[in-house]
Nanobody
């Protein structure tokens, strides 16, 4: 089984920025769907952003215009650039990769989760 290792979390003041990285232990081909999820205390897990193998991106309404997802297949890495952070962005963030498999449902890899705290 492959694994995803996240980094880049921490504490930031409102209006600040953070960049999360997620590195896969195996090659991420351009056909794999990659994304970031988050879960805040007392709230359901939500999809924050995703990026297809073709480069098409999708964002939750709450982060549109502030967050940018990108990928570097050569580095087996997906990024989440987070700008104009506010307290509602405080959550544990998880990266995810969906790997298609012939005659089977997609295989999913998850990162370990990384804390992002926005506080003054």
């Amino acid at each position: 089984q492959g694994q995803l290792v996240e980094s880049g979390g921490g504490v930031v003041q409102p209006g600040g920025s953070l960049k999360l990285s997620c590195v896969a232990s195996e090659s991420i081909f351009n056909i794999y769907l990659m994304g970031w999820y988050r879960q805040a205390p007392g709230k359901q897990r939500e999809l924050v952003a995703s990026i297809t193998g073709a480069g098409t991106t999708n964002y939750a309404d709450s982060v549109k215009g502030r967050f940018t997802i990108s990928r570097d297949n050569n580095k087996n890495t997906v990024y989440l650039q987070m700008n104009s952070l506010n307290s509602e962005d405080t959550a544990v963030y998880y990266c995810n990769v969906k790997i298609p498999q012939a005659h089977m449902r997609s295989r999913e890899l998850w990162g370990q989760g990384i804390q992002v705290t926005v506080s003054s």
